[in-house]
């Protein structure tokens, strides 16, 4: 039986592929407030911006492609049952060829209802004014903004607690809850931590490998380490 690995990803992976980051840049998203694009707040106030916005994003993702990080990611599926926890909204990872992949923050290419969250679609093109749910109400980007719960929560804490090995990708363990998952694998799992400006991280009793580089290196640094402990 594979061992199973689950890994948490934020982005730092997605930058290497050329998708850009707030928090790379004073709290400005593509040179926008955060607070304008990725609240419900922003949402309300002017929903135009919103909605132009992440076309823009969905645009972009169709202009870069997974690198390397995300393609051992989904290689090391033939030696491990590996569940990726992502903080990202884009698609590389299912595009590198990743099968299992659940999304925290929600997916850049679907939409849902502004009434039913549960109405959810996939959406690839421009998201506009006028396009509605089945009872007529305003679709709007499938994100969950700051502020909002996050449904996946309850999932990514269950493949969290029964991992076998977890791995920290590209994230800076300051956007919470994911940030606190660290905190829900059982004391013996052993951690990988690969970022090229790595925190300290209290009050951690798991056996914890620090790697201080960038994700396309650190992944085939990782799965190095992983294989050699299976033999």
Known sequence: MKKKLVVLTGAGISAESGIKTFRDSDGLWENHNVNDVATPEGWHKNPALVLDFYNQRRKQLKEVQPNLGHIILAELENEFD????????????????????????????????????????????????????????????????????????????????????????????????????????????????????????????????VIPMRATEGVAFMKEKLLNQMQ
């Open 82 to 209: 590996v569940f990726i926890i992502t903080q990202n909204v884009d698609d590389l990872h299912e595009r590198a060829g990743s099968t299992n992949v659940l999304h925290l923050h929600g997916e850049l290419l679907k939409v849902r209802s502004t009434k039913n969250p549960e109405y959810i679609l996939d959406w690839h093109n421009d998201l506009n004014f006028g396009d509605f749910d089945e009872n007529k109400n305003q679709l709007r980007p499938h994100i969950v903004w700051f502020g909002e719960e996050v449904p996946a929560l309850e999932e990514a804490l269950t493949l969290t607690q029964s991992a076998d090995y977890f791995a920290v990708i590209g994230t800076s363990l300051q956007v919470y809850p994911a940030a606190g998952l660290i905190d829900f694998t059982t004391r013996e799992t052993p951690i990988f931590y690969i970022d090229p400006k790595p925190i300290k991280i209290p009050n951690l009793r798991n056996p914890l490998e």
